[in-house]
């Protein structure tokens, strides 16, 4: 069974920063194809960062590119997004997911809140 806990987040200020992790098990993390998702207060889930399996690459909205990083450790089996120079905007619940035999899992997320 595909199992994907994040954990990492918190109450900070605009531009401090945090590091998220996905600890998975039942898939091997970076054999896969991962992303990570969050879903701000009343607005639907949206795309963050993907990681591709094996040597492919990554991608990122628009909107975080140059401050978030997706990585991955082996000895671990973890999913990492840092973030950097955070904003009222990355406000919301983080999900990781991971696609895997044809199908969408996801983890129970974890609550990110930038404030002043």
């Known amino acids: 069974q595909v199992q994907l806990k994040e954990s990492g987040g918190g109450l900070v200020q605009p531009g401090d920063s945090l590091k998220l992790s996905c600890r998975a098990s039942?898939?091997?993390?970076?054999?896969?194809?991962m992303s990570w998702f969050r879903q701000p207060p009343g607005k639907e889930r949206e795309f963050v960062a993907r990681?591709?399996?094996?040597?492919?690459?990554?991608s990122y909205v628009d909107s975080v590119k140059g401050r978030f990083t997706i990585s991955r450790s082996r000895t671990e089996n973890t999913l990492y997004l840092q973030m950097n120079n955070l904003e009222p905007e990355d406000t919301g619940t983080y999900y990781c997911?991971?696609?895997?035999?044809?199908?969408?899992?996801w983890g129970q997320g974890t609550q990110v809140t930038v404030s002043s």
């Open positions: 997911n991971v696609f895997y035999q044809g199908n969408q899992h």
């Open positions: 039942g898939i091997t993390v970076v054999s896969s194809h």
């Open positions: 990681i591709g399996p094996g040597g492919s690459g990554t």
